[in-house]
T-cell receptor, first 115, second 113 residues
Framework: DAGVIQSPRHEVTEMGQEVTLRCKPI?????LFWYRQTMMRGLELLIY????????DSGMPEDRFSAKMPNASFSTLKIQPSEPRDSAVYFC?????????????FGPGTRLTVT | AQSVSQHNHHVILSEAASLELGCNYS??????LFWYVQYPGQHLQLLLK??????LVKGIKGFEAEFIKSKFSFNLRKPSVQWSDTAEYFC???????????FGQGTTLQVKP
């Protein structure tokens, strides 16, 4: 398997622009997670889905952030409008609830820079 | 509420020194425990995991961890570190109730050659 795929790997944009990050989970996995990592805040869980349904979005910082999972093989995280403080590495991860274990597989991340 | 606490934020060791990184969790139910490693500029990768059986778990690259239920701990160990072990290490606990992992704040390990 190719693992979790994220695109783009790097994104540089200007403040106020819309940013869309994409994730393709591992085939057959039923959970998908979006994380944000910064030096100041560490690793933060933003939102996660189970069988394409959002379960917990309490980590989404504000209404400028939205996430969708239209099908089992694709998810997006959108920031509109973007701000410099959104600069971070955004990771997508997926897992499969086999026998009650929840090992997550992480994608390579998208490094977002908002100027 | 579930939580994970990693005792050390930044550890500096010389090559060949022994390593032990502390991890304590609070969760009342059955847990799955994980250590992830993040090398500089890379994503998180699984180092080892525990969900049942022998409480001493062996992972990749010579790492091991011991689950001590009475202490709610899952400490990571390596007898002799290498410069290539320089990375950030995250302890995590998974709960059967939510399907998600709760991560600790991470420990940065710097190994001096």
């Amino acid at each position: 398997d190719a693992g979790v795929i994220q695109s783009p790997r790097h994104e540089v944009t200007e403040m106020g622009q819309e940013v869309t990050l994409r994730c393709k989970p591992i085939s057959g996995h039923d959970y998908l997670f979006w994380y944000r990592q910064t030096m100041m805040r560490g690793l933060e869980l933003l939102i996660y889905f189970n069988n394409n349904v959002p379960i917990d979005d309490s980590g989404m910082p504000e209404d400028r952030f939205s996430a969708k999972m239209p099908n089992a093989s694709f998810s997006t995280l959108k920031i509109q409008p973007s701000e410099p403080r959104d600069s971070a590495v955004y990771f997508c991860a997926s897992s499969f609830t086999d026998r009650g274990t929840y090992e997550q597989y992480f994608g390579p991340g998208t490094r977002l820079t908002v100027t | 509420a579930q939580s994970v606490s990693q005792h050390n934020h930044h550890v500096i060791l010389s090559e060949a020194a022994s390593l032990e990184l502390g991890c304590n969790y609070s969760y009342g139910g059955t847990v799955n425990l994980f250590w992830y490693v993040q090398y500089p500029g890379q994503h998180l990768q699984l180092l080892l995991k525990y969900f049942s059986g022998d409480p001493l778990v062996k992972g990749i690259k010579g790492f091991e961890a011991e689950f001590i239920k009475s202490k709610f701990s899952f400490n990571l160990r390596k007898p002799s570190v290498q410069w290539s072990d320089t990375a950030e290490y995250f302890c995590a606990v998974g709960s059967s109730n939510t399907g998600k992992l709760i991560f600790g704040q991470g420990t940065t390990l710097q190994v001096k050659p």
